[in-house]
């Protein structure tokens, strides 16, 4: 496995190299220090495994995985403006322009650095490919959450696996498209859509005791365990509050009974067993690949 600190060394290089605005060059290099202690850079790991397990030359692959992270860094700071929650991140506390700034030039850089690997151009032209595509699925999926339009379990999933799945694959792909590999490609996808609805899942749950963090039960999120507890025959008052009968304010002071509600009526549980149900299935795809056992095994890691 790649080395964290060396990846983010390969991160602040390209910072180095993208950004020419002192202030801003500064802003983005103290949110690259913050979020590589908040993250165990999934993403840019998925991409150097891929990237190794089908490439017979392996060159910049620390390069490949700070690019693609990046990307995702991006994406986070994004997400937090949209949300507007995840107040204990830096850039959550700068100014919007600054912030906006960060993000568009974190997506500029992280693909620029692709773009300028010494990799043949059309392998590169199909990481680009991938890269486009996935985020243009994971911006519908994003908007369909904040947006509050699910009513269905099928919704809730449908959503994840464009706004998550899709990162992942993403990650996934562009490690193999850089590769030059083809093979493989509709077991990967299966097996990113399944890990990305399995942590995102795993997310939602951890939202569920951070109402002081995060957004998600305030702006109404309907989460599979929000869903669970909607579709309980009994009263409760997470329905109480997405019907509105009471505020977010009353709910709030309740906040304790409300989660131990959650509990006893099992939704947390039931939202495990679906986030582990997913992960059973991506382990079984993973399975398929017909390459070494020792990447099976890396990548087994990372679920």
């Known amino acids: 496995m790649m080395e964290k600190e060396t990846v983010k060394m390969k991160m602040k290089e390209i910072i180095e190299s993208s950004f020419f605005m002192p202030s801003l060059k500064e802003a983005v290099l103290t949110s690259v220090e913050e979020h590589a202690k908040r993250s165990d850079f999934l993403f840019g790991c998925l991409a150097g495994v891929h990237y190794r397990m089908f490439s017979e030359n392996i060159i910049e692959i620390e390069r490949i995985a700070a690019a693609v992270e990046l990307i995702m860094l991006a994406g986070d700071m994004l997400d937090d403006l949209v949300d507007q929650d995840s107040l204990e991140t830096w850039w959550s506390k700068a100014p919007l322009t600054t912030s906006l700034h960060m993000a568009i030039g974190l997506l500029l850089a992280g693909q620029k650095a692709i773009a300028d690997l ?27 959450d904040v947006t509050n339009d699910i009513q269905t379990e099928t ?4 959503m994840l696996k464009k706004k998550s799945g899709s990162l992942v694959a993403m990650a996934c792909f562009v490690g193999t498209a850089l590769a030059g590999a083809e093979k493989n490609t509709v077991i ?18 951890d939202a569920l005791y951070r109402w ?11 989460s599979l365990p929000v869903l669970y507890m909607l579709a309980s025959k009994r009263d409760n008052l997470l329905k109480q509050y997405f019907h509105n009968h009471i505020d977010y304010n009353e709910l709030y002071a309740q906040k304790e009974k409300a989660l131990q509600q959650i509990n006893q009526e099992g939704a947390i549980y039931y939202a495990n067993v679906m986030s582990q149900i997913c992960k059973e299935k991506a382990l079984q795809e993973i399975e398929k690949l017909d390459v070494d056992d020792a990447y099976k095994s890396a990548l087994k890691t990372l679920i």
Do not use: F
């Open 188 to 205: 990967i996808e299966k097996y990113a859509n399944d890990i990305g609805i399995a942590a995102q899942i795993d997310n939602d749950i």
């Open 155 to 158: 919704d809730y999933l449908q």
């Open 118 to 144: 010494p990799i043949d151009d059309d392998k590169k032209v199909r990481a680009q490919s991938y890269i486009l595509s996935r985020l243009l699925q994971s911006l519908n999926g994003q908007h369909m």
């Open 212 to 222: 002081d963090e995060k957004n998600d039960i305030k702006a109404k999120k309907k």
